[in-house]
């Protein structure tokens, strides 16, 4: 076991809490009702992460790892092939929506109902009641999921760890509605800076006007048609968009710089190397005087032709959607694991103060998980 | 005499202060130097204009008028022309530069000796010696010159008391160098707006990008070719620039509004409505979403034509200079009065720390303009 805590949350000095208890035999909607209320607002994960792992520890059939306040645990039973199931245990911060209140209509109300704890109670579920699973198993736990990404518990994880991450497929258990999201796009930010000369606007021949010098760029991006590749079966969007602009220096100067800062929001069969010198290439006669890259997370393959992902789509049926967005997918495809997003809560009440989730599709998501790994 | 005063500083309460001495009989370096130890910052020219209009009441052959700082001194002798000299007496903020210092190459150093204490007294010294002028003069001493415009006493002058302003040329005596500038151009600023509709940059196909929408504006700019048009014999240049440029809500959101701001810098021979249609024509087919006119101040012809400006410039000599910028002889024009730019000091000393003035210019400038008036 390794305790040593990129973010670990301090406790008393006096005496530790103690560690709060997590019965793994209820079902998964109360279940998640139990994560719910063991608040975890990112960088306040530990009590939950302790709850997590004692209950992990009590099965005889997991290994279970400690990283700060990420929680791994893995069946080591020699299978053909490994998946891993993964979920992150932190939320937005609560508002007001704490603890879990369910209705008549078997709806689940409150922080982390939809993002993600009734994933992680899905999670918890497998791994309590699948000790023979035709794949081996690890069910990783992270934290810092909905703050800045140097936080992440499962970037730290992959970069401390990355053996315990090994596998051959990989599901997120976030909110998808129930359909699988297959990989992710990438997306790059660059800044596109042209020049020009500060004069008197009364003067202007004497100087140089950067603004105008960036008519080529916006040209270039009006024209821009995008690609629209099918990988896998899935049908990406590629996008080349502006998403700033700025220049000018007061009302009567001639401005001597402006930034266009592009987003690229490119297919997974794009590299990292392979989106920028696209990008690059785009813009390369368009008189620009510094190119900087700004931001890049490169785009994840959906891996739906790996066996163990077609098992899985044929195991929890509907059609497979492209993912747009950047996701932590990404990671585990940076890891070499083809990764893909499937959880019960509806993404669209995510961060939400009505927050919620309808139990009924927790125990739907779980069932569908479970005749994947042990039919 | 006309007390009501837009903008006067308030005396004490108990005794009002003494008007300072102001001997017109000294040389006009000698009297610059007096003048600037007066201190006058836009707002507090009280003192200094009470010591203008005390000095001129003395003179027997002018009439003499105030309204707040401002002093209007006119020659009443039926003659077939009349010429305005004006000037401004208050000046940027002092910086540790007054009282005057005249150093040992007969350089006058301190605020305002360039702009345009030095102007001021020449305007005196005309007014004190030349008692029996060839053409009717009007001498004028506004306040708030170097601040915004809405208190330019010029300005408010010209709104109370047009009559005391009338004439058929007038002289501005701002910093020049002893070029005669003719006219000005006028100044529009307009915003361009371009609207679209946000959506996150992964899915930018949901939305429309105002940026993007901008290009044809800016490649209209960069197309643009100005007129240099010939007016009175001077070649002005118009311009029309972008000075700002600003959209984006987020690094990955699809902008929905853009704003480019355009500087329309334009020659005399096209009036405000003339200038203005112009603006509209170049981008009528840019999809332009709004045409906002932020800011509008009109050209001034030169007027060179004009006999008394053919004399002027004939006594003042050099080749007379097209005036880029727009300065306070558009309001002369305004009222129907050409006027030129014509003062000792060099232009760019003024508001610099170390603003200074070569005193035998001051006496070259009064020299000239008392030939024009006397022969």
Redesign the interface.
């Known amino acids: 076991m390794d305790r040593t805590a990129p973010a670990a949350t301090p406790s008393s000095p006096e005496r530790p809490a103690p560690v709060l208890d997590l019965d793994l035999d209820q079902d998964a909607a109360q279940l998640t009702a139990r994560l719910v209320d063991i608040p975890s607002e990112s960088g306040t994960e530990k009590p939950l992460a302790d709850a997590i792992e004692t209950a992990l520890r009590a099965l005889p059939h997991l290994t279970v790892h400690r990283y700060g306040n990420n929680v791994v645990a893995r069946t080591e039973l020699g299978r053909a092939q490994r998946v891993v199931l993964a979920g992150h245990i932190d939320t937005v911060p609560i508002a007001d929506n704490v603890p879990s209140r369910l209705d008549e209509d078997g709806v689940l109300w409150g922080c982390g109902t939809c993002d993600m704890k009734s994933g992680v109670a899905v999670q918890l579920r497998i791994a309590r009641t699948v000790t023979e699973p035709n794949r081996d198993l690890t069910f990783v736990f992270y934290d810092n999921e909905e703050v800045a990404a140097e936080r992440n518990g499962l970037k730290h994880l992959a970069a401390a760890h990355p053996s315990w991450l090994e596998a051959d497929f990989a599901v997120l258990l976030e909110p998808s509605d129930q359909q699988v999201e297959g990989g992710c796009?990438g997306?790059l930010?660059v800044l596109l800076r042209t020049r020009g000369e500060r004069a008197?606007?009364?003067?202007?021949?004497l100087g140089s006007?950067a603004?105008?010098?960036?008519?080529p760029i916006?040209?270039r991006?009006?024209g821009y048609r995008p690609r629209y590749p099918v990988i896998d079966g899935l049908e990406y969007?590629e996008?080349l968009?502006?998403?700033?602009?700025?220049?000018?220096?007061?009302?009567?100067?001639?401005?001597d710089l402006?930034t266009?800062?592009v987003?690229f929001?490119y297919a997974p069969d794009r590299t990292e190397d392979e989106a920028l010198a696209h990008v690059r290439e785009v813009f390369a006669d368009c008189g620009i005087d510094e190119f900087v890259i700004?931001?890049h997370s490169g785009a994840a393959m959906p891996g739906l032709s790996h066996p163990a992902a077609r098992a899985f789509i044929e195991a929890v049926g509907g059609t497979p959607q492209p993912k747009?967005?950047?996701t932590d997918v990404s990671r585990f495809s940076a890891l070499g694991v083809p990764a893909v997003n499937y959880g019960p809560g509806n993404p669209h009440l995510a961060h939400k103060r009505d927050e919620r989730v309808d139990t009924g599709k927790i125990l739907a998501a779980e069932d569908r998980l479970r005749v994947w790994l042990t039919s």
């Open positions: 796009q997306t930010r008197h606007s009364a003067r202007s021949w006007n603004i105008h010098a960036a008519a916006l040209a991006l009006a969007r996008g968009n502006a998403v700033r602009i700025e220049g000018g220096v007061a009302g009567n100067v001639i401005p402006c266009v800062t987003n929001r700004d931001d747009y967005g950047w």
